[in-house]
């Protein structure tokens, strides 16, 4: 009496795109980092990044200038920078790198401490094993492989009628959505794998009724 109004399936010639591409997946792994924890998702963000770029340019001074004997020293400060192209790789050394040892351990400290009897009630009484911590975090869903009955609805509404079966424009707000969500304060202290499924289940139920409506609230404030 008060479900969804039935809404018909889509017709094969509305099917979602046999492959997506390398960038919209790149997206989608990127967006999906938002379940991980805060340590987790600046080391992805800034940490990798950042140890490519070191790494690139100390092997370019070793390789073409220095050698791999004097730019290590160079690096550690245990000789004085000789040379031109030893005074990046003497300060980078000297103030980068300590500064990014002495600021993750200090994060990690303090969070421990902050932490330590704080107790998120989704952990309660929960034994993660290893594999639980190894195993990769899972991503956002993909439109194109839809959703579990009954949410198969959501998905004929949001592309067809929200998004008039425009498939990569529906995936990218999807994702939006989706990403923003999980970087709220409520899924702060939630694991990774509680925060994508209940940020997804959520954002299904934001998105719905406008969706059935014909509209999206990503349409709506991205003109």
Same mark, same amino acid.
Not at 137 to 142: E, G, V
Not at 147 to 154: A, C, E, K, R, S
């Given at each position: 009496m008060y479900g969804h109004p039935q809404i018909p399936p889509l017709p094969p010639a509305l099917a979602p795109p046999a492959t997506r591409s390398a960038r919209a997946r790149l997206r989608r792994a990127l967006r999906s980092r938002k379940a991980l924890s805060g340590l987790t998702q600046w080391v992805i963000d800034w940490g990798v990044p950042q140890v490519l770029? %070191?790494?690139t340019g100390y092997v370019l001074v070793a390789v073409h200038r220095l050698g791999w004997s004097?730019?290590?020293n160079a690096a550690t400060m245990m000789t004085p920078p000789d040379g031109r192209s030893a005074w990046p790789v003497s300060l980078v050394g000297w103030l980068l790198v300590p500064a990014i040892i002495g600021g993750l351990a200090g994060h990690v400290i303090a969070t421990r401490i902050t932490s330590v009897k704080a107790v998120s009630t989704t952990a309660l009484f929960r034994r993660r094993t290893l594999a639980d911590r190894l195993r990769p975090?899972? %991503?956002?869903?993909?439109l194109g492989a839809g959703?579990?009955?009954?949410?198969?609805?959501?998905l004929d509404a949001f592309v067809r009628l929200a998004h008039h079966n425009d498939w990569r424009t529906a995936q990218d707000h999807w994702e939006i959505v989706v990403r923003d969500v999980m970087c709220t304060a409520e899924f702060a202290d939630l694991d990774r794998t509680d925060s994508l499924r209940l940020a997804e289940s959520l954002s299904r139920a934001q998105l719905w009724l406008g969706a059935l409506a014909g509209t999206c609230v990503v349409c709506r404030r991205r003109p």
């Open positions: 770029v %070191l790494g004097k730019t290590y975090p899972r %991503l956002i869903t993909d959703f579990p009955t009954p949410d198969g609805q959501f």
